[in-house]
C-alpha cells in the first residue's frame, strides 16, 4: 500500500489461491514469485544456517534464492492478506545509485561462486541468469536512473558487460524466447521485448519508456 496516497498497489502473493508448489529448475515461476521475506514463514531447520549479506537492497532475494539451493523444496501459498507492506517515496529501494548495482553484481557472484561449490551450477544457471537479468538488468536499471549523479550509459554498458562475462546463459536462455513469454501474457512479452533490446544494446529505450509510463501516465509497471 502506497503510505502517501492509501492506494493497493499490489496483492499479487494472494493470487494463487491455497496451492502448494514444488521448487523446479525447470521452471521460472521462482523467479517470479515474490521474494520478499514479510510475506513467507519459513521453517527453521531449513534457513537457519543463512545470513544477510552486508549490503542493501535484494537480500530479500539473494537470501530466497539461497533457501532453494540449499534445501527449500516446496512453496504453500494460502490467499489471506495477513500482513500490510507499506510503501514511501523516501524508500532506499528509490534511491539507488552506482554503489548499489556494484554490490548487487558482486553478490550475485557470491550465489553464483555457491551453486558451483554444491555442484549445482549447470542445474541451477538458467534460473540463476534470468533473476540475474531481471534484478539486475531490468529492474534495478530502471531505478538507478533517477540518479542524477549516475551515467546511464556507463551503467548499462557496465550492465552488458557484467552479464556476458559471469552469466552468459542469458542470450540465449529458454526463459526468455517468445515461445516461452508469449503464451503467458503482457507482462512476459514485455519482458521479452526488454531482453531482445538488451541483445541489441538498446536498453535505454526500454528505461525512458518505463519512466514515461511510470512518470507521465502514472501507469505502475511491476516486472
Known sequence: MDLDTGKVVSTEMTQYGTMNKEV???DDF????NPSLWNKIYRLEK????EFLPFRGCNDTLFLI???????KKLTFIPDVLYHYYLRSSSQIHNLGKKDIENLKKYFLVIKEHAKEIGKYEEYKEVLSTMVFLHLAISWTYMVSYDKDTNLGEIIKDVIKYLNENFPEWKNNKFFRISHCFPKGFKFI???G??????LRLPVIYVWTNRFLVDCLKVEVKW
Do not use: E, Q, R, T
Open 66 to 72: 539461497s533457501a532453494y539451493m540449499d534445501g527449500v
Open 47 to 50: 534457513v537457519k544456517h543463512l
Open 194 to 199: 526488454v531482453h531482445l533490446l538488451y541483445k
Open 24 to 26: 523446479d529448475w525447470k
Open 190 to 192: 514485455g519482458i521479452w
Open 30 to 33: 521462482i523467479v517470479y514469485a
